[in-house]
Each structure stands twice: as structure tokens, then as C-alpha cells.
């Protein structure tokens, strides 16, 4: 592909990306609860992740935008309420450091997803299977660790932000 493809495929990615965001954070509002809406969202992830990857896997640069768009999609509407999510579990006294260390470690974590999928394809011999397998093993995080917290969202009570 050439470089332009890449980067008009990169844009359109991020923004069906955006679209998640939005979504996710609406349909939060429906679900009721930020643990909650971040499980249903990640187990709707699990599920597509083998399909989604098969398919990207296939060939061909329209598989490829449609299925991680789709990616890009579900994995956004995990993170439309993690922000909220993180806020409301720390107090007042640790919350900036509690929610930078979290946020940031995730992303420190998340920042060389690419090199161990490249190194651990070269033992698998198979990017598709080492992709799905960081993929699995990075909710198999996410969800542990969403069902070791506690709910954060009181419904009909203020926000614990302001506690």
C-alpha cells in the first residue's frame, strides 16, 4: 500500500474510532453503571476479536480497513467510560496520581504491543495467531481487572468525583 492509502486508511480508522467514543458513552448512560458498561463492551470485544482478526488477516486493504475499524470501534467504546471510571476510584487526595499512574501504565504497557506481537510471531510462527493472542491475553487484563473494582456510578446520587 502506498503511503497515502495508509494514512487516509489510519484517518478513517480514527474516526470510526471517535464514533465509538460517543457511542460508548451514551450507551454507559443506558446500561447504568461504568464497571458495568466497560464488561458488556469488553466481552462484545472478546467475541468479535478471533472474526475481526481472521478477517484482516485474509488480505486485501478494504478487509483490513473494515475489520479494524470494527476493532477500533468496540476498543473505543471500552474506553469512553474509563476516564470517568478511573476518576471516581481514587479520593480526592490520590486521584491525579492514582488516575496517571493507571492511565499512563496502561499506555506504557499497551506501547509495546507491537513489538511482542512481532516477537512472539516469530515462535508461533503467526502473526495472525500472535495478534490474537496478545489481543485475548490484553482483555483477559482488562476484564480482571474490572471485575476486582468496585462500581464507581451511584445512580441517583452526585458523582463521586466530588467526594
Known amino acids: 500500500m502506498s503511503n497515502t492509502k495508509v494514512g487516509t486508511y489510519n484517518a478513517l480508522i480514527n474516526l470510526v474510532s471517535l464514533f465509538g467514543v460517543w457511542i460508548g458513552g451514551i450507551t454507559a448512560l443506558l446500561i447504568v453503571g461504568r464497571k458495568k458498561s466497560i464488561l458488556v463492551y469488553s466481552l462484545i470485544f472478546i467475541i468479535l476479536t478471533y472474526p475481526i482478526a481472521f478477517l484482516a488477516f485474509r488480505g486485501g486493504a478494504i478487509n483490513d480497513l473494515i475489520a479494524f475499524s470494527v476493532q477500533a470501534f468496540f476498543e473505543a467504546m471500552i474506553f469512553s467510560t474509563l476516564p470517568a471510571f478511573l476518576a471516581e476510584s481514587f479520593g480526592k487526595q490520590f486521584r491525579t496520581t492514582g488516575v496517571g499512574f493507571a492511565y499512563n501504565g496502561g499506555a506504557v504497557f499497551g ?18 495467531a500472535a495478534w490474537t493472542l496478545w489481543l485475548f491475553l490484553a482483555e483477559l487484563i482488562m476484564v480482571s481487572g474490572m471485575l476486582l473494582s468496585a462500581e464507581t456510578f451511584r445512580h441517583g446520587a452526585p458523582d463521586r468525583i466530588a467526594d
Request: charged letters at 0%.
Open 111 to 128: 506501547g509495546f504491543a507491537i513489538s511482542i506481537v512481532l516477537f512472539f510471531s516469530t515462535f508461533m510462527h503467526s502473526l495472525f
